[in-house]
């Protein structure tokens, strides 16, 4: 791949992983200075455990190890990732590192080729769009001083996910797969460069039935299509400046049968993977495409500028049961199932078993428009002296996207079992709003390096305008008889400094840096803030290596937003929750129990986070989302103990893997101590297999078992009632390459 261009040397300590695989090695190397393309963070193993702040590169072969379709599975192995499950699927991750908010992924900055991929990342971060993790060729998660390069969102950190390249000669592959629960998987690539021109074409669709069974009868899956194109023009490699033009197509769209409504308790206990009558009409569906023109100028050997355009349209309509009205009363369906006993002529409605009157059943249609759009460049310069390494990036973006929400509510019927429309809706006549972001971004990054010491001062800067046109639930024509407008502006700068020290076998590295998330838009709301802390190292010992990192973030003003998703109204009000400290530790383990053999290797990984968490004041949350919280609380949704350990056997002509994940127990309200049942999601233990047998160098065959020992376990309690993760699944495919 045409990655990099070779620069100048420097010595340096090679306790990190090489590019090819996730071995370490002790012996300092003389290695080659390198500058990325713009759609990479660090671009391998290697720069990943040479950067200043925490880092992971998943590569290409790891990802390739499992073959997952579910991020949640893909991303569990890195320390300092948090996710809670929703459907089982991964369709819509709840993603958080190091303890932000994990709803809806809305609280990180999510990129795939360097671009902002949430589709309005500043007007409505919430991602109910993800990048599908089985088509890319690598992800690059950043922890730490050095993501002050990537915004908006800077406590956290970053996920920037690469599509597969234009490869540098013709290939082509196919991988075909089927399973339980009558789920598929078609996925198929090829392309080719020339002198002056490359190209990629990519298709990729997986489907299930689904392992939740509906009273009713019926699927519970989804089906999910993907395609992506590539085209590169590029000058003669031997010309004196060199350029090259890319222009990358995406297109995306999915039905999925999922739903907002879960289980009781007690039915949970006794038929984990019921789905309810009411929700027998509740479907998901999305239309997502991508446009992005990057073009890259090399003036030299030392200075480089690459620009991108692009544009991301997402539009979808979640059909799902919202409340239901009995005898002029109104209940939503979290608070129904939160407690049946209290609304049982409600529960018994949802559940099919007691038919009911006209209109008690509103179905919304969350019908939404999004558009994120910009142009951004970067200038990398660099130098060198004779024992130093000087490199400045300079980085301009100019966004604009907006969440443009047109809902409405039909209702329905309950008539043994069956629903049945009773009053279709006006579209409009439920939220009629249009949200949006302007937004202006530049940061620059200054890497110094003596010898074995290396520091990166940086600084970022932000400023935005919020705004919102709200045309109110009886206009839904839109003509401004009723119009509502607010704005808010934020204007602010984020610095931050790390440094990295490399003596032999083992490095030193650490920082501090502002965290930051963007408010809301109601006028004269303040943006999350954050003072982030991080000390750590990575060692290589007799064969053993691997890294260890503290990190301590004091949120000066978290935010909470009200989410749908979470148990909330949907609104997307954001509300301020103080003052909060977030600490934690992450470890990382690698050892190849076989590394002296010729034939076989035999690498363990194990990974470990710790999160505490703590709200340093009280305070009665809106829509009581984390409910009453006092001094001492923890956040909800954070377990504050994960572990996964990997084991592969490798043979040229077979592999063999195993990858475990304990999760630890969570709250989801705020609270201390003891976890009260109606508000704890138990802890689990999932074992995944993943093998495969190479016939020869253009056909394998592959098996992959999701939660071999078939533990049921409950993943979230909300957005309503508790939600089964996947069950015991087997998967048998092929994969053709040539």
Not at 136 to 162: D, H
């Amino acid at each position: 791949m045409y990655r990099y261009f070779v620069f100048s040397f420097f010595l340096i300590s090679t306790s990190v992983f090489s590019q090819q695989d996730s071995t370490i090695t002790g012996t300092p190397v003389r290695l080659n200075e390198v500058v990325l393309e713009a759609k990479v963070i660090f671009g391998s193993k290697f720069e990943a455990k040479n950067r200043t702040g925490s880092s992971y590169y998943i590569s290409p072969q790891e990802i390739k190890r499992f073959n997952y379709t579910d991020v949640n599975r893909t991303l569990r192995a890195v320390p300092g990732v948090n996710v809670y499950e929703e459907d089982g699927f991964g369709l819509r991750p709840n993603i958080s590192l190091r303890g932000t908010s994990p709803e809806r992924s809305a609280k990180i900055t999510l990129m795939e080729d360097g671009v902002l991929i949430a589709p309005a990342p500043y007007s409505a971060p919430a991602a109910y769009y993800f990048p599908t993790i089985a088509r890319m060729q690598s992800v690059e998660i950043l922890k730490g001083s050095s993501q002050v390069q990537f915004g908006p969102f800077t406590t956290g950190g970053a996920i920037n996910m690469i599509s597969t390249e234009v490869p540098d000669n013709f290939g082509a592959f196919l991988n075909a797969s089927y399973g339980s629960f009558q789920s598929g998987r078609l996925h198929a690539q090829f392309g080719d460069s020339r002198k002056n021109f490359g190209y990629a074409i990519e298709y990729l669709n997986y489907n299930s039935n689904g392992f939740k069974e509906l009273d009713t009868g019926g699927d519970t899956g989804f089906d999910k299509n993907d395609l992506v194109a590539k085209f590169k023009v590029n000058t003669n490699p031997e010309s004196k400046v060199r350029q090259a033009l890319e222009f990358k197509f995406q297109y995306a769209d999915e039905t999925s049968d999922e739903t907002y409504l879960g289980l009781t308790q007690d039915d949970f206990e006794l038929t984990p993977f019921r789905r309810y009558a009411g929700s027998q009409v509740d479907q998901m569906n999305t239309e997502h495409t991508q446009f992005m023109l990057t073009h890259t100028l090399d003036f030299s050997d030392y200075f480089r500028i690459t620009t991108v355009g692009y544009r991301n349209d997402f539009k979808r309509n979640w059909y799902k049961l919202d409340y239901l009205t009995l005898n002029g009363e109104r209940e939503g369906i979290a608070d129904i199932l939160e407690s049946p006993d209290l609304f049982q002529d409600y529960f018994l409605v949802v559940s099919g078993t007691a038919d009911s009157q006209a209109n008690a059943l509103s179905v919304k249609n969350n019908n939404r428009k999004y558009l994120s759009t910009g142009i951004q460049t970067k200038f990398d310069l660099h130098w060198t002296g004779e024992r130093t390494f000087h490199d400045v990036e300079i980085g301009l973006r100019y966004h604009f996207d907006e969440e443009d929400r047109f809902q409405w509510l039909d209702d329905y019927a309950m008539t043994n079992g069956q629903m049945l429309l009773t009053t279709e809706g006006i579209p409009g006549t439920d939220a009629n709003r249009i949200s949006d972001a302007r937004a202006f971004a530049a940061f620059t990054m200054y890497k110094f390096k003596y010898d074995n010491l290396t520091l990166t001062p940086g600084l970022r800067y932000e400023n935005m305008t919020l705004s919102r046109d709200n045309f109110g639930s009886n206009d839904p024509g839109r003509s401004g008889t009723g119009l509502s407008q607010r704005e808010n502006q934020v204007d602010i700068f984020i610095p931050g400094v790390g440094f990295n020290y490399n003596f032999p076998n083992i490095s030193i590295f650490g920082g501090v840096h502002k965290g930051f998330s963007p408010p809301g838009n109601q006028e004269g709301q303040l943006p999350e803030e954050s003072i982030n802390y991080e000390l750590g190292s990575r060692f290589s010992y007799g064969g053993f290596s691997g890294e260890l990192v503290g990190f301590f973030n004091d949120f000066s003003n978290l935010l909470g937003s009200d989410l749908a998703a979470t148990g909330g109204t949907g609104s997307l009000e954001q509300f301020n929750a103080g003052e909060v400290n977030v600490a934690g530790l992450e470890l990382l383990f690698n050892y190849d129990i076989l590394a002296d053999t010729k034939n076989f290797r035999l690498p363990v990984t194990l990974g470990y986070t710790l999160t505490n968490t703590e709200f340093l004041n009280s305070f009665g949350s809106d829509e009581d989302l984390w409910g009453e919280v006092t001094a001492g609380d923890e956040l909800p949704y954070i377990p504050k103990h994960q572990l996964n350990a990997t084991v592969s056997l490798e043979h040229s002509k077979f592999e063999l893997n195993l990858s475990g994940r304990y999760n630890g127990e969570f709250r989801t309200m705020a609270g201390s101590g003891p976890i009260p049942a109606e508000e704890l999601v138990p802890s689990n233990f999932v074992l995944d297999f993943a093998g495969k047998y190479n016939y020869n160098q253009n056909i394998s065959l592959t098996l992959n078992v999701l939660n071999m020992l078939d533990e049921t376990y409950a993943v979230a309690r909300v957005p309503a009632g508790l939600r089964p993760g996947h069950p015991f699944g087997i998967f048998a495919g092929i994969a053709l390459r040539y």
